[in-house]
């Protein structure tokens, strides 16, 4: 698996990262069909089957129900392997979301994944955006805190996953790390986001390459091949799905 700069971070990720919303939820989700939670043995055949891949780029969220916890017990003794990315601001109480980018929000959301992934240092930290980027860039604490955290040494990068080109413009020029952008064949708008942010050495990760489920192997590798794109982060709980989108990314 092809590894790629995350901007001007000093992080190294594989250019496809496995999304796992999977792990640990399966309530209030737009997948095309139904699943059922992976038990412990199942997601760690899933996790050997992505280091095997050469994935080393892990995403997480508190929204994402029980992910962080089973992740965490996992990987435990195999640490230095993986790019751990988690999320603050969005929280999940099992029907329905609930957003809060406050100081005291963010930093126990931040104690929480540590203690969560069990681990000192979360590689990678991203505001989970409600979709009102602008507000939460420039009338939050969010950003501050988490460059706070980032300076105490328990965050290596920290950014957000946004959801309006605006957003992430902004983000750029306020001197994120690395965003999170929704790219695939039908949703292209945020390639001038993409591009502005590969000019200013900001780190650029892909969602929803596959449309949550809706599109197919032509739009991953159009997402992946785009310039400036660091990794395209693909969901799934079935190591068959995994390995044909790790060949259709080393195809591309």
Known sequence: MQQRPLGNSGITVSALGLGTVKLGRNTSLRYPSAFTIPNRSEAAQLLDTAADL???LLDTAPAY?????LLGDILQGQREKWV????????????????DFSAAAI???ITRSLANLRTEVLDIV?????????AILEHS???DCLQ?????????AVGISHKTIAGGLRAIELGCDVIMATLNLAEQQQLAVIAAAQQAGCGVLVKKALASGHAGSASLAFASTCEGVSSV?????NPQHLRANAEVVERS
């Open 233 to 237: 982060v693909v969901g799934t709980i």
């Open 107 to 109: 930093t126990a959301s």
């Open 65 to 69: 129900g029980s992910s962080e916890q």
């Open 54 to 56: 050469g994935i080393n």
């Open 148 to 156: 706070s955290l980032k300076a105490q040494g328990l965050i290596r």
């Open 126 to 134: 991203l505001i989970h955006s409600s979709g009102d980027d602008l």
């Open 141 to 143: 604490a969010a950003l």
């Open 84 to 99: 751990l990315t988690t999320k603050v601001g969005e929280s999940f109480d099992g029907s329905v979301s609930r957003f």
